[in-house]
């Protein structure tokens, strides 16, 4: 029956036997998805998906300072445990996502009005109790999210301002300290390319290594605009210089922002699914680049709220985009 099922599937265009991450093990890549646990908890087809097509997880909000530290010493673990269980029971590895950030942060953290020393022993209290916790489940953690500003330099945010700008090495001590076998990851956006950004972020990682501060990889966000798509070869070399420091990449949160593109749907999808295709290309041929993850599941759950910018449309079918990285998976 199950046979025939995926025959029938086969037939009609919609499915096939084999999922992405099935596709993507043999090339040696990671397939993931950012999870919305409200789906999670109660929507068969999101986790059929969810199971045919992942080996990796990540909350898109549930392990992040707001949820986890809500009260200042006060830890909630429930949701994250609960992905936690279901990466587990599934066989698929769970990345954390992200020890500090200067977003989704609680209240009572910005409301703090906290000096140098009360702030660091936040940082390394908020740091170490929640690495400790999912120690020997996250498989690779976000430890500094978006610290390099767009328009270059760091970032301005509450924890540079009062700490200083070694924050982020102290970040990735802490992280290692708490938990020693997780790969640890600098993640930012825009900085895919080669660019203004992406040159400060090698530069902070490259001074990171040579001093010997705990850093495995940078995850490349990868939000994509439609109308403006990076260039491909950029990306490779970005990829490549990181190689040159003993660096992973992980493409940590790719989406597609479709609006504002001129043509028909189908024009629309078809210049998506490309756009899809020609990542995880460069992404296979990059020796270092061993992640593709998806900032969502369905189009109708993504942050971006409008257009189709990921692999299934808001009705659970798959998208051009889909088929796009199938084939990139088999070399066709
Ligand atoms: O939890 C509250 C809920 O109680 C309330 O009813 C609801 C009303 O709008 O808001 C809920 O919080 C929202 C939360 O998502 C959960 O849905 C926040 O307002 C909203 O700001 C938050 O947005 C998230 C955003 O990060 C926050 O900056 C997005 O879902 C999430 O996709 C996005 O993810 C970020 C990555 O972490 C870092 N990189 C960029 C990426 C996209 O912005």
């Not at 909350?59 to 994250?80: C, H, I, V, W």
Request: with cysteine; hydrophobic share 40%; aromatic share 10%.
């Amino acid at each position: 029956m199950k046979n025939q099922l995926i025959l029938l599937g086969l037939l009609i265009g919609t499915s096939s036997a084999q999922g992405l991450k099935d596709l993507a093990a043999p090339r040696n890549l990671d397939v993931g998805a950012a999870i919305n646990m409200f789906q999670l908890m109660d929507n068969p087809d999101y986790t059929d998906i969810l199971e045919k097509d992942f080996n990796v997880v990540v909350a898109e909000n549930a392990m992040k300072m707001d949820a986890s530290q809500p009260q200042r010493g006060e830890f909630n673990f429930a949701l994250g445990d609960l992905l936690s269980s279901y990466a587990q029971k599934n066989n698929m590895k769970l990345r954390g996502h992200t020890l500090l950030w200067h977003e989704q942060v609680p209240k009572w953290m910005t409301d703090g009005n906290f000096g140098k020393d009360e702030l660091e022993e936040v940082m390394k209290n908020h740091i170490q109790t929640v690495a400790s916790h999912y120690k020997g489940r996250v498989y690779a953690w976000d430890v500094v999210n978006e610290a390099i500003s767009d328009s270059g330099g760091m970032r301005d945010t509450l924890w540079r301002r009062t700490l200083g700008d070694d924050f982020i090495a102290r970040a990735f001590r802490y992280a290692r300290e708490a938990d020693p076998n997780a790969k640890l990851f600098y993640n930012d956006y825009n900085s895919e390319t080669m660019n203004r950004k992406s040159n400060d972020i090698f530069e902070m990682v490259k001074k990171l290594k040579a001093d010997g501060v705990p850093i495995d990889g940078v995850g490349m966000q990868m939000h994509l605009t439609l109308v403006a798509p990076p260039s491909i070869t950029e990306i490779q070399q970005n990829m490549k210089r990181l190689e040159g420091l003993g660096l992973e990449v992980h493409i940590t949160e790719f989406d597609v922002r479709t609006t504002g593109f001129m043509g028909t749907v189908a024009e629309r999808n078809a210049a998506t699914a490309k756009l899809y295709k020609d990542v995880v290309n460069v992404c296979l041929q990059a020796k270092n680049c061993t992640t593709f993850i998806v900032w969502g599941v369905t189009d109708g759950q993504s942050w971006l709220k409008a257009g189709s910018p990921l692999m299934w449309d808001a009705f659970f079918k798959p998208n051009p985009a889909y088929f796009a990285v199938q084939e990139a998976l088999q070399g066709k």
